[in-house]
């Protein structure tokens, strides 16, 4: 199938690479420079205004001119062009004084524009559009009125509709592609007598699902795979002006038969201010979890959540011992074997695994390695590290029905939602990584021609 690029990719790019040949100012940045030239300019009037009127001009250069008019005796007539002469060059001076300190205000700005001098002001306008997004968060959280997506497919996140993202205009590369490939195991293939029964029951609706799981859309972020049982396989394709939900319910992009996977269980957006996109989970039961990378330490905090295999524990406390000032983690297992046991834990560093030799051993947890991950003190905090381990060490994002907070996605970063597992990709890093990989094969086939004409001469 031929794949046709919307139009208003090529435009986008079109612009893009016009506008990095010229200085590029943003609404945010327009905002921001106008706003403070604005504020800038009535404090300054309003500040000489109130100077001027504390020195009382007027009453000063009366009380002046007449003891000169008596000393000089100089005539009414006199006098009164005196005092319009000195109040016009009081007027004069003051906005004076106005117009250069504006022009100075200018000239600073344009400036830090020009040797790129301004992010301070850039960091100060990105906290003011989290404290925001926060703000939004919280006023959507304790509204009365349920999500529409809760009863039906209408539902469009505020910050993923196209014209938001028109008219906010944050620079977004149009190429900064997310794929999301799937890492679940290969489905069980269907006996003859479980297909007939299958077709039976698919029968009447055979075309329209069909129709729809070969759908592809991957101009508008959609989902590149077939909805079919039979394509678990597949991979998502998202772009930086759609963002994708995932769970149980059909309207989803990543659609999970999972029973332990809710209808709305997690989403990724994409944030144009960091430029990354972002894991969320949407207040799910079971939770959403990030596996830690091997040999990278994760440190820990009060409340967090750890999934090894099928056993699950979370940090109760962290504190010191009061009699001899030694830190200490307890830990209380909430799933698995061992729940309802609390395990505390010093500066000596504990292994977890399923062998005896471990100091934490998880016997009748067949998901869980050998020697699985180590706890550790390192000075400033414990940190779980997972010592490469076959089903992985992760993190809970959020307690069970709590919308948990933004979780950035690193390249090659494995989530997990049930008994899901996806891995995140950018498309600059692939495409890094691909041309690296060909150089790499350029380099050692000049090598393997030079080594055999050196062996044949």
């Known amino acids: 199938m031929e794949k046709k690029t919307p139009l208003y990719r090529s435009h986008s790019g079109r612009s893009r690479r016009h506008s990095q040949s010229m200085v590029h100012w943003s609404w945010l940045h327009a905002t921001a420079y106008s706003s403070a030239i604005v504020a800038s300019v009535a404090y300054m009037h309003n500040q000489l205004t109130l100077y001027f009127k504390s020195l009382d001009a007027q009453q000063v250069n009366d009380e002046l001119l007449y003891s000169l008019a008596t000393v000089a005796t100089i005539g009414s007539e006199q006098l009164d062009g005196l005092h319009h002469v000195l109040s016009e060059l009081a007027s004069r001076l003051r906005w004076l004084l106005v117009i250069l300190s504006l022009a100075v205000w200018i000239g600073t700005l344009v400036l830090s524009r020009r040797y790129h001098l301004h992010s301070p002001l850039r960091r100060v306008t990105k906290r003011l559009g989290i404290y925001a997004d926060k703000l939004h968060d919280w006023r959507h959280k304790h509204c009365k009125t349920k999500p529409t997506w809760r009863h039906g497919n209408n539902y469009r996140h505020r910050s993923t509709t196209r014209e938001n993202w028109n008219d906010g205009d944050l620079e977004i590369d149009e190429n900064d592609l997310l794929i999301v490939s799937s890492l679940s195991p290969e489905p069980r293939h269907l006996s003859n007598m479980e297909k007939q029964y299958h077709d039976a029951d698919v029968g009447k609706d055979n075309g329209r699902d069909k129709m729809r799981g070969m759908t592809e859309d991957k101009g508008e972020g959609k989902i590149t795979r077939s909805n079919n049982k039979d394509d678990l396989g597949g991979k998502i394709v998202l772009q930086p002006r759609e963002g994708a939900q995932g769970g149980r319910h059909q309207s989803n992009q990543i659609i999970s038969d999972d029973p332990y996977v809710s209808r709305f269980h997690f989403q990724i957006q994409y944030d144009p201010m960091e430029k990354e996109y972002y894991l969320q989970d949407l207040g799910s039961t079971t939770g ?170």
Do not use: W
């Open 288 to 457: 959403t979890f990030m596996f830690l990378k091997p040999d990278a330490p994760k440190r820990l905090h009060v409340d967090d959540r750890v999934k090894l295999g099928d056993t699950e524990f979370e940090v109760s406390a962290i504190d010191e011992n009061i009699t001899t000032g030694m830190p200490f983690l307890r830990i209380r297992f909430t799933d698995g074997p061992l729940t309802g046991i609390c395990q505390t834990i010093g500066k000596t560093s504990v292994t977890l695994g399923r062998h005896s030799t471990n100091a934490l051993c998880i016997t009748e947890d067949d998901s869980i390695s050998g020697r699985h991950s180590v706890i550790s003190y390192f000075g400033n905090g414990f940190y779980i590290t997972d010592l490469h381990s076959t089903n992985g060490t992760a993190i809970r994002l959020s307690a069970s029905g709590k919308k948990s907070r933004r979780r950035y996605l690193l390249h090659g970063d494995v989530f997990g939602v049930g008994s899901n597992r996806f891995m995140v990709e950018y498309s600059h890093q692939l495409a890094a990584q691909r041309r690296l990989a060909q150089l790499m094969r350029k380099a050692q086939d000049e090598d393997d021609a030079i080594a055999a004409a050196s062996e044949q001469g």
